[in-house]
Every structure is written in C-alpha cells, then in structure tokens.
C-alpha cells in the first residue's frame, strides 16, 4: 500500500513539474513577444504604408513626382524593416531558447511557403495572376498564422486580432483589387501596429 501511495503522490508530483515547466515556459515566450513588439510595429507600420500608399495612388490623382516619392518612401521602409529585422534576430540569438518560440518561428516560415505554394497554384489553375482572388487568400492565412500564434502563447489579444483580420480578408474578396488595399491596411493596422505598440507600452512600463 505505502508503495503505491509512493507511486501515485510521485505521478501527480511530475505531473505538477510538468506543468510548472509549461507554464514558464510560457511566460518567457510572453516576455520575449513583448520584446519583439517592436517588431510588430515596425512591420506593422511598413505592411500598413505598402497597402495604404497603393490604396492612395490608385484612388487619387497624384503627379508623377509624387508617386515617385510614394515608391521610393517604400522603398526604404522595405530596405530599413529588412535591415532591422536581420539586426535584431542577431542581438537575440544568444537569449532563452523554448520549444513555444521555435514552434512560433516554424508557423510564421510556413506562412511563407503557404504563399509561394497558393501562387503556384493560382497559376497552375488560373494561368494569370489574379490580385484581387491573391489578397484576400493571403490575408487569411496571415491570419491564421496571428491566431495560433495567440493560441500557443495563451494571448487573447492576438486571437482577437487575428479573427479581425480574417473576417476584414471575407469582407474584402466583396470589393475589387484597390478597395481591397484599404482593407488590407486596416487589418495590419489592427494585427500587427496595435499589439505592437500595447506589447512594446508594456515592456516600457515593467509589466
């Protein structure tokens, strides 16, 4: 009897460990994303512009000059948030490592490759390409990637976030291509800039 009672209070012990080691590792992937809320905002605010300054052009009568200075704006966005990036996944390479953070990093590359294969197969299908079939589709799965990445880390506020974008991608396949661009812009706008600067406000004030 007293060896089972061993083997039982020793069972509920590891499963209590167990626990305790999930939950904390949870808390650090929580700590790093408000670390990478800088991140956030800083794509957040280049996807924005890149969407928004098309809707622009597209919608109002700008002089060559002017478009010109709109491309060359994204240009540099582009060049900086590439730039920037790289530089901060060097700073952070040495820190805690968890299998939630390279579960996260492993959604975010299949995001990618889901894109390169959704075009190869609207081509294979469609043989042209089709924008305005291709933004809606690719703002789904940008969406599908913002809420398993709230659902691993426990982060309603990213969940939230990622059912918006999703229903703006729905609501958006109803309107031709350069409607769908103020779409988009809204969706970054609520996914990426607004959690970024709420994670980033938290890292700043310690909690």
């Given at each position: 009897?007293?060896t089972r009672?061993?083997?039982?209070?020793?069972?509920?012990?590891?499963?209590?460990?167990?626990?305790?080691?999930?939950?904390?590792?949870?808390?650090?992937?929580?700590?790093?994303?408000?670390?990478?809320?800088?991140?956030?905002?800083?794509?957040?605010?280049?996807?924005?512009?890149?969407?928004?300054?098309?809707?622009?052009?597209?919608?109002?009568?700008?002089?060559?000059?002017?478009?010109?200075?709109?491309?060359?704006?994204?240009?540099?966005?582009?060049?900086?948030?590439?730039?920037?990036?790289?530089?901060?996944?060097?700073?952070?390479?040495?820190?805690?490592?968890?299998?939630?953070?390279?579960?996260?990093?492993?959604?975010?590359?299949?995001?990618?490759?889901?894109?390169?294969?959704?075009?190869?197969?609207?081509?294979?299908?469609?043989?042209?390409?089709?924008?305005?079939?291709?933004?809606?589709?690719?703002?789904?799965?940008?969406?599908?990637?913002?809420?398993?990445?709230?659902?691993?880390?426990?982060?309603?506020?990213?969940?939230?976030?990622?059912?918006?974008?999703?229903?703006?991608?729905?609501?958006?396949?109803?309107?031709?291509?350069?409607?769908?661009?103020?779409?988009?812009?809204?969706?970054?706008?609520?996914?990426?800039?607004?959690?970024?600067?709420?994670?980033?406000?938290?890292?700043?004030l310690g909690?």
């Amino acid at each position: 009897m007293e060896t089972r009672k061993t083997e039982t209070e020793s069972e509920h012990f590891d499963q209590v460990q167990s626990m305790q080691v999930i939950r904390e590792m949870i808390d650090i992937s929580r700590r790093k994303l408000q670390n990478d809320g800088i991140l956030f905002m800083v794509w957040g605010w280049a996807l924005f512009y890149s969407a928004m300054s098309r809707f622009l052009i597209s919608k109002i009568l700008f002089s060559r000059m002017e478009v010109k200075a709109f491309k060359i704006a994204g240009a540099i966005i582009t060049v900086f948030v590439l730039g920037y990036t790289l530089y901060y996944l060097w700073q952070q390479r040495k820190k805690v490592q968890t299998w939630i953070g390279t579960s996260l990093r492993w959604v975010w590359l299949s995001v990618v490759f889901c894109m390169v294969l959704i075009n190869l197969i609207l081509m294979n299908i469609l043989h042209e390409v089709r924008f305005d079939l291709q933004h809606p589709i690719f703002m789904v799965v940008f969406a599908y990637a913002v809420i398993v990445s709230g659902v691993i880390l426990r982060y309603r506020l990213m969940i939230l976030t990622g059912i918006i974008f999703g229903l703006l991608a729905w609501a958006s396949s109803w309107f031709e291509l350069t409607n769908q661009l103020l779409f988009e812009s809204i969706a970054w706008f609520v996914a990426f800039i607004l959690p970024g600067h709420i994670l980033f406000a938290r890292k700043s004030l310690g909690k």
